[in-house]
């Protein structure tokens, strides 16, 4: 009848097209198209529709693998898989509300190793910034045409920008948290072509005490370490204040401190501020109260 007698098979019979059509309706698959090539991004795009039964789910399928690739609730499926070189069948299953297959359209692809994809060289993996955050990618591709950048932060599922051309070098303004963004190059036909993605965790900008910590009892020597981080302006210095006496104890360049002071028995509120270049105009501030003991 057509059918692979055995998984890793499939590219030995013909496809299949509503193999199960009984009912008049069907799936149909608009995308890739059948004997396609293809690079390693390959976009499914399909929907089924059924005039006598609900239809619960999509299910794509790479059947030369034998490998489920998505369940998509509804009657559509619009999403890209990264698939490795050489002979693909696609399938896509409409389900009913029983999770019975209820037809089952396939398409047959080479996916080819394509050379390009997506370089994005700012934010660097990993890397903890502020909340002013440069994005700097570049995209290449030997075999299409590249229409333009998408930037998402898939964190959020939030596009970020669409910019023409192969190439961004753009500053957006994230939330503090995890983050991960991605940058993805499109064709002519604004297909994926290829994507790359980086996680970063975004502080927030001010001055952050992290010795002392705030009510704790100290003996008389008392360590301060603070680190302060500006996404929109350049520290000069960190000043280190006894506010309970109005004592400045310390003035360190940079933006982080981590010094040992001398203080007396009795009630302090320690603050630490960082000070702007030029102007030295003070930024953020940040205070601990502690208590010293003999």
Not at 142 to 158: F, N, P, R, Y
């Amino acid at each position: 009848m057509g059918i692979a007698p055995v998984l890793g098979q499939s590219a030995n019979v013909s496809a299949m097209n509503d193999f199960f059509s009984s009912t008049g309706g069907g799936v149909t698959i608009t995308s890739p198209a059948q004997n396609a090539t293809t690079g390693t991004q390959v976009l499914v795009t399909a929907t089924a529709s059924e005039p006598s039964t609900q239809i619960s789910q999509l299910q794509v399928w790479d059947d030369t693998l034998g490998q489920k690739l998505a369940v998509v609730n509804g009657s559509s499926v619009n999403q890209t898989f990264t698939l490795a070189p050489g002979f693909h069948r696609l399938i896509v299953e409409d389900m009913s509300a029983t999770y019975q297959v209820l037809h089952t359209s396939s398409v047959d692809i080479t996916v080819s190793a394509v050379t390009g994809g997506v370089t994005i060289t700012s934010p660097t993996q990993s890397a903890t910034t502020g909340t002013q955050v440069l994005v700097t990618a570049t995209a290449s591709e030997s075999s299409a045409q590249i229409s333009q950048l998408q930037v998402w932060d898939d964190t959020l599922g939030q596009k970020l920008a669409v910019v023409n051309g192969s190439s961004i070098n753009q500053m957006f303004t994230l939330a503090p948290g995890f983050h991960r963004l991605i940058v993805e190059d499109m064709s002519a036909t604004y297909q994926v072509l290829h994507k790359s993605s980086v996680d970063i965790t975004v502080v927030a900008d001010g001055v952050t005490i992290s010795s002392p910590t705030q009510n704790a009892t100290t003996g008389s020597q008392v360590l301060v370490t603070a680190t302060a981080r500006e996404s929109s302006a350049q520290i000069s210095q960190m000043q280190v204040w006894d506010y309970t006496t109005g004592q400045k104890l310390a003035v360190v360049w940079g933006s982080s401190v981590n010094q040992s002071f001398t203080l007396a028995a009795g009630f302090h509120r320690l603050i630490v501020e960082d000070i702007s270049s030029g102007t030295y105009q003070v930024l953020h501030k940040s205070s601990v109260d502690i208590n010293v003991v003999p």
